[in-house]
């Protein structure tokens, strides 16, 4: 709440060439099968699941890309940035198609180019381009200048080569006991054979603070509409939350993984020391950016509030989001990384075309 309150087997050589089609034809089906049964067992991340960390990334998107526009326009340490819930269930729904449009690469296979660098691109582009005017709600069909076109372009390169296939090697195991401490079971391993391991810390880290852009953007939105009937819902929040709060959660996560787990404390014994350290971190974070004018938050105007830094006003906003920390700890620990599902359609066309040579050797 940091920056509310302002603005298989080869086939007999012995065997004709007929037969050797006959016997070939089956291979050609088994893997789409294997393929099947892996995903099955893979169990991808729910849907719903989906949803919400796509609405978060695109929010995320919104915050550093106007914010950056600030910084280039007016030099401002605050690094604030825009977005709001309407954009947030477009960038859902949006992330969602994409998620579809990606699936049928398999459609440009000998044409990996065509798909990275001209299709997917394309649909991106035009995609975000309806979502602009959507945004703007007015008659007036609104003009993309060519640096748009570029960044646009840029984050078409990134979802097609980071993060679709990032997603791809996550696993979801729902009745998976979340105790870190406990052993690996034959259930943690990928169809493979390979181990699967927990989310790295950076990419929990980058998790963290994407909430943190949308718990601000949100809140945020909320309180333009109450205090300035803002019904367009425009929320803002600073870069510098980024790091605030992915640091912040990220402790937050050690802390209730040591009580919880080492400890068994309860959470009426944990939530005090939640509370206590959000205070102190939100104090220090905003405390050196004040020295260089970066601070986005000023709560001098509320009561209880210390240095105009940190206010008891928000309390049961920060008791919320610290039984809700738990909730996403105990869902992250259940995500798994695992191969890329992809691969075993490479080591179909590795099968087939082992095949082929040797139909042509014989």
């Given at each position: 709440?940091a920056?509310?309150?302002?603005?298989?087997?080869?086939?007999?050589s012995?065997?004709s060439?007929?037969g050797l089609?006959a016997?070939?034809?089956?291979?050609?089906q088994?893997?789409?099968g294997?393929?099947e049964?892996?995903?099955?067992?893979?169990?991808?991340?729910?849907?719903w699941m989906?949803l919400?960390?796509y609405?978060m990334h695109g929010?995320?998107?919104?915050?550093?890309l106007?914010?950056?526009q600030?910084?280039l326009?007016?030099?401002d340490?605050?690094?604030?940035g825009?977005?709001?819930p309407?954009l947030?269930i477009m960038?859902?729904l949006?992330h969602f198609?994409?998620?579809k449009i990606?699936?049928?690469?398999r459609?440009?296979?000998g044409r990996p180019v065509v798909?990275?660098?001209?299709?997917y691109?394309?649909?991106?582009?035009?995609?975000?381009?309806l979502?602009?005017?959507?945004?703007t709600?007015t008659?007036?069909?609104?003009v993309v200048?060519?640096?748009?076109?570029?960044?646009h372009?840029?984050l078409?390169?990134y979802?097609a080569?980071v993060?679709?296939r990032?997603?791809s090697r996550l696993?979801?195991h729902?009745?998976c006991?979340?105790d870190?401490s406990?052993k690996?079971?034959?259930?943690?391993s990928?169809?493979?054979?390979?181990p699967?391991h927990g989310?790295?810390?950076?990419?929990?880290f980058?998790?963290?603070g994407?909430?943190?852009?949308?718990?601000e953007?949100?809140?945020?939105?909320v309180f333009?509409l109450v205090?300035k009937?803002?019904r367009?819902?425009?929320?803002h929040?600073?870069l510098?939350?980024?790091?605030?709060?992915?640091?912040?959660?990220?402790v937050?996560?050690?802390?209730?993984?040591?009580?919880h787990?080492?400890?068994?404390?309860?959470?009426?014994r944990r939530?005090?020391?939640?509370?206590c350290f959000i205070?102190?971190?939100?104090?220090?974070?905003?405390l050196v950016?004040?020295?260089f004018d970066?601070?986005?938050?000023d709560y001098?105007?509320?009561p209880h509030n210390?240095?105009?830094l940190i206010?008891?006003l928000y309390?049961?906003?920060w008791v919320c989001?610290?039984?809700?920390q738990?909730v996403?700890s105990?869902v992250?620990?259940?995500i798994?990384?695992t191969k890329?599902v992809?691969?075993l359609s490479?080591?179909?066309g590795?099968v087939?075309?082992?095949?082929?040579s040797?139909?042509?050797?014989?």
């Amino acid at each position: 709440m940091a920056s509310r309150c302002r603005d298989g087997p080869r086939s007999r050589s012995g065997d004709s060439d007929g037969g050797l089609k006959a016997a070939r034809m089956p291979r050609q089906q088994e893997p789409s099968g294997e393929t099947e049964d892996a995903s099955e067992s893979l169990r991808e991340i729910p849907r719903w699941m989906r949803l919400y960390f796509y609405g978060m990334h695109g929010v995320t998107l919104d915050v550093l890309l106007s914010s950056l526009q600030g910084v280039l326009n007016y030099r401002d340490p605050k690094l604030v940035g825009f977005s709001s819930p309407y954009l947030c269930i477009m960038h859902s729904l949006t992330h969602f198609a994409l998620e579809k449009i990606y699936s049928q690469k398999r459609c440009f296979r000998g044409r990996p180019v065509v798909f990275h660098l001209v299709f997917y691109p394309s649909v991106y582009i035009g995609l975000q381009i309806l979502i602009g005017n959507i945004n703007t709600l007015t008659e007036q069909v609104r003009v993309v200048s060519c640096t748009q076109l570029a960044v646009h372009y840029l984050l078409a390169l990134y979802f097609a080569q980071v993060f679709h296939r990032g997603l791809s090697r996550l696993q979801y195991h729902p009745s998976c006991n979340p105790d870190p401490s406990r052993k690996p079971s034959p259930e943690d391993s990928a169809p493979d054979g390979g181990p699967l391991h927990g989310l790295p810390g950076f990419v929990r880290f980058l998790f963290f603070g994407m909430h943190g852009f949308l718990d601000e953007v949100l809140f945020t939105s909320v309180f333009n509409l109450v205090e300035k009937s803002d019904r367009t819902l425009s929320g803002h929040t600073s870069l510098w939350s980024f790091l605030m709060y992915g640091s912040c959660s990220f402790v937050v996560e050690k802390l209730y993984l040591h009580l919880h787990f080492s400890r068994g404390w309860g959470t009426c014994r944990r939530l005090p020391i939640y509370i206590c350290f959000i205070y102190t971190w939100e104090f220090s974070w905003g405390l050196v950016l004040r020295q260089f004018d970066a601070c986005s938050w000023d709560y001098s105007h509320y009561p209880h509030n210390f240095m105009g830094l940190i206010t008891l006003l928000y309390l049961p906003g920060w008791v919320c989001l610290s039984l809700y920390q738990d909730v996403l700890s105990n869902v992250l620990l259940r995500i798994k990384c695992t191969k890329e599902v992809n691969g075993l359609s490479d080591e179909n066309g590795e099968v087939n075309g082992q095949l082929e040579s040797k139909k042509k050797r014989l």
